[in-house]
């Protein structure tokens, strides 16, 4: 028998083969379609990842992913789906970092983001990226830092989630400015906004911008890790721009209900790893702004509970209150 501390170690290209047919407990996963919630409105960054790997693994699987979207309290009502489901593979949800966040930010969410769901993988890293309208004069912060001293009414910064608001007010607080946050429910919804003029600032994932910057309406004027971004390789960073000590980012983790066996993780996440090292996806994964990640299990869960602590000192700083 495999023992659980040396499959850790393991490649995830090699779990499937690894597993006698014995450890996959009742059959082969899967043994029916399988859903992958995204507790998101369809077009943002998750919706299209979630999509593009359901697309990439349909050849390998005897049964389709099928991607449904349940959006709503900031991922709360479909991950709470998720978190009530049978823990048997069929059920999986792919989250963004604030999936951990809303524990302190929300007045109630109904259930533990990490003692109710199995870490199967963490699948990307999401930079965030400020984009501006083209409407705009300014292409960098200090422009921005000029033109809302000058223009004080006229700028605010869209959001999606917990994670982009509390980087668009931090930034705002940063540059000593009052921007009012506007929250949409998708970055798709935010970019078609940016673009179309209606809204001059939005925080969002690098896959929710890049399909819209071949319309010369939108610029990308700062990420928000500490180092610039692969997929916009000429856009500086917050530091780069005189903000000190300012890293922040996102991922997207793929999760299942407590209680996965540990036999169907791995299938999973084998499955999910080959699909990760095709080139062909990989190729369509830049094109589309993603930047893989790929993790087992045990650094998912570290990732999360690092997080976890991050957001609780923030509250406790007031720097993120409960809605």
Do not use: C
Request: aromatic content about 6%; proline content about 7%.
């Amino acid at each position: 028998m495999i023992r659980k501390a040396a499959l850790s170690r393991r490649s995830l290209l090699a779990l499937p083969a690894l597993l006698p047919a014995t450890a996959l407990g009742q059959g082969t996963w899967p043994q029916k379609p399988v859903r992958l919630i995204v507790p998101y409105a369809a077009g943002g960054g998750t919706d299209i990842l979630a999509r593009a790997m359901a697309e990439a693994l349909r050849p390998t699987l005897a049964h389709p992913i099928i991607v449904e979207n349940r959006a709503g309290a900031a991922g709360v009502i479909g991950s709470e789906l998720v978190a009530r489901a049978e823990p048997d593979g069929h059920t999986l949800t792919a989250v963004v970092s604030t999936h951990v966040m809303n524990r302190h930010v929300l007045s109630q969410v109904p259930y533990d983001p990490i003692r109710d769901f199995t870490p199967v993988s963490m699948l990307t890293r999401n930079t965030m990226v400020l984009a501006a309208s083209h409407t705009l004069p300014f292409t960098d912060l200090a422009g921005l830092r000029s033109f809302a001293a000058a223009n004080p009414a006229r700028l605010s910064t869209g959001s999606t989630e917990a994670l982009s608001q509390f980087i668009g007010q931090e930034l705002a607080r940063r540059l000593r400015l009052e921007i009012p946050d506007v929250q949409y429910r998708s970055g798709g919804q935010l970019m078609t906004d940016v673009v179309a003029g209606h809204l001059p600032l939005g925080w969002t994932s690098t896959a929710s911008a890049t399909p819209h910057l071949a319309t010369g309406r939108t610029r990308i004027i700062a990420v928000s890790t500490s180092t610039r971004t692969p997929f916009f390789p000429d856009v500086p960073t917050v530091q780069e721009q005189g903000i000190a000590e300012f890293d922040l980012a996102g991922w997207v983790a793929l999760l299942a209900p407590a209680g996965l066996p540990d036999a169907i993780s791995a299938r999973i996440r084998g499955y999910v790893g080959t699909a990760f090292a095709d080139a062909a996806f990989r190729a369509r994964l830049t094109a589309l702004g993603i930047e893989p990640d790929l993790r087992p299990p045990a650094e998912t869960l570290a990732a999360m509970q690092r997080e976890d602590r991050i957001w609780a000192a923030a509250a406790a700083a007031g720097h993120i209150t409960r809605q």
